[in-house]
C-alpha cells in the first residue's frame, strides 16, 4: 500500500484521530508503539494538516493554494480523494496548527533537517497566490518557533522560500540566504557552500524518508543557495580559481 493509501491507517496508529475529530484506536494492549514506516506516514499527515491552516492563515483558502497543496503532494488518482479529505477535515478543524506542530516535532524526533523541509512545504503552499502576506509569515514564525528554531534561523529559511517582493531587501540579501556574517573571506564563503551543498542535496530528501515530490522543493533550494554563492563570489572567482 502506497503512504497515500496508509493515511487514514497512520491516523489511527498514531492516535491522531482526535486532532481530526476523528475517534482514536485504542492503544495496543502490550504498550505504545510506533508503527513501522510511521515517521513517514505522520510527516505527511502533518504537512497535509499544517498546510490546511497555512492556507486559511490569511482568512482565505484560494484554488492557488489548494493547486500548490497538490504540487507538492503529488498523490496517485486514486488517493487524491483521501488527502483531499484530510485537508479539508484539518481545515474545519478547531484544533490550532500549534498542536499540529507540536506533534510533528515529538513524532519526528526534533529532527531539524526534516523539520525544515516540511517548513518549505509551507512556504511554498503560502507563496502559491503570487503574495506572502503578513499573517502567513506570522504564522510560519509561530510553527518554526515550536519546531526549535529561533529569530536568526527563522529568517535564513524564509529566505530560500520567500521572493522578491515587500521584502525583497532582506529575503534577496545572499548573505541572510548562506547563513554567514557580511564581509566573510572568500575561502570561508566556499568552505561554507560545499557545506551548505552537501546538507541540501535533493537526494537527501528521499534519505531522510520524505515523499518523492520534495525532491522539487530540494531543488528550488539548492538552486538558491548556489546563485546566492555566484552573487558573493563573482569578484573572488580568480582568487579561488
Known sequence: MSIWGRILDGVAELSWGGLFGLPD??????????????????????????????????GRVTQAEIRAFHEVFKA?????????YFFN??????????????QAAKLLDGDKAVLEDLLGALFHIARADGRFD?????????????FGFDEAEYRRIRAFYVGAGEQAEI?????????????????????????????????????RGLPQ????????????????????????????A
Open 171 to 207: 529575503e534577496d540579501d545572499p548573505w541572510l540566504i548562506l547563513g554567514l556574517e557580511p564581509g566573510a573571506e572568500p575561502e570561508h564563503i566556499k568552505q561554507h557552500w560545499r557545506w551548505l551543498v552537501r546538507q541540501n542535496h535533493p537526494d537527501l530528501a528521499m534519505g
Open 25 to 58: 484506536a485504542p492503544p495496543p494492549s502490550d504498550g505504545p508503539k510506533r508503527p513501522a514506516g510511521s515517521k513517514q506516514v505522520g510527516f505527511t499527515i502533518a504537512v497535509i494538516a499544517l498546510g490546511a491552516k497555512m492556507a486559511i492563515a490569511d
Open 213 to 240: 515530490e520534495f525532491v522539487s522543493i530540494a531543488t528550488a533550494k539548492l538552486a538558491r543557495i548556489n546563485a546566492a554563492y555566484q552573487q558573493l563570489i563573482g569578484p573572488h572567482s580568480k582568487e579561488l
Open 76 to 84: 496517485p488518482p486514486e488517493e487524491r480523494a483521501n488527502v483531499e
Open 89 to 102: 477535515l484539518a481545515r474545519r478543524s478547531t484544533t490550532g496548527a500549534e498542536t499540529y506542530a507540536r
Open 134 to 146: 503578513p499573517s502567513e509569515d506570522l504564522y510560519l514564525h509561530r510553527i518554526a518557533q515550536i
